[in-house]
């Protein structure tokens, strides 16, 4: 699967995040429990984000891996997830240093708020109409601010995923400034090398 592909890709049967918590952060890029993946996350998140303090809705947190790192780098978060046992894990892991709700990403229970940036990892190529996802997601940043959209393409036989053109097919009348940054072929991040189609978009409104 290349970027080229604008296709789109099956999504993934549903999944029973509850039941996933408990181990979810045994993956290395998920509980950043390493070093060098925690800092290889941290370098990324540092050029992707703005450079002074800014409002970060990070969209489908799970256990608050990238929200405590957003954090740390001086940021105001607000994490959003779906599963209570997600949540309750990004609110013990971000011990009070960011607000963590528990909702649906396709329509976070941000009222009114608007954000700096909409950081969103592995969640959009899950959701059935990510057209109309990112749509209300653009009502919820400010003017200048940004997307910061991490996804992927997994699997051979079955691909599941949303590959990074027909991504930027989408944010294209939502947007400004659109950029790609190929992710699969750093292994640190992932804490393994991989062989499929990992990527993030930065992209201005």
């Given at each position: 699967?290349?970027?080229?592909n ?18 979810f ?10 070093p ?18 800014a ?5 489908g ?7 405590l ?17 997600m ?6 892991k ?29 969640v ?82």
């Amino acid at each position: 699967m290349t970027s080229e592909n604008t296709h789109a890709v099956a999504v993934a049967p549903e999944t029973d995040w509850d039941a996933q918590a408990a181990a979810f952060d045994d993956e290395p890029d998920h509980g950043l429990r390493d070093p060098a993946v925690r800092a290889a996350w941290a370098d990324r998140l540092r050029a992707w984000l703005p450079g002074q303090p800014a409002d970060v809705l990070d969209l489908g947190c799970g256990t608050g891996s990238l929200s405590l790192l957003v954090v740390e780098q001086g940021h105001r978060v607000t994490g959003v997830d779906r599963s209570p046992a997600m949540a309750e894990r990004a609110r013990a892991k971000l011990a009070g240093r960011a607000e963590i709700l528990c909702g649906d990403a396709v329509a976070p229970p941000v009222e009114r708020r608007r954000f700096d940036v909409v950081l969103v990892r592995h969640v959009l190529w899950a959701l059935p109409d990510p057209a109309g996802v990112l749509r209300h997601w653009r009502g919820l940043l400010r003017p200048g601010g940004r997307f910061v959209l991490i996804e992927g393409v997994w699997g051979t036989l079955a691909p599941v995923g949303i590959p990074a053109a027909r991504l930027t097919a989408l944010l294209a009348p939502l947007t400004g400034d659109v950029r790609v940054e190929r992710l699969s072929d750093d292994s640190v991040l992932w804490g393994k090398d991989v062989d499929d189609e990992r990527y993030a978009v930065i992209a201005a409104v």
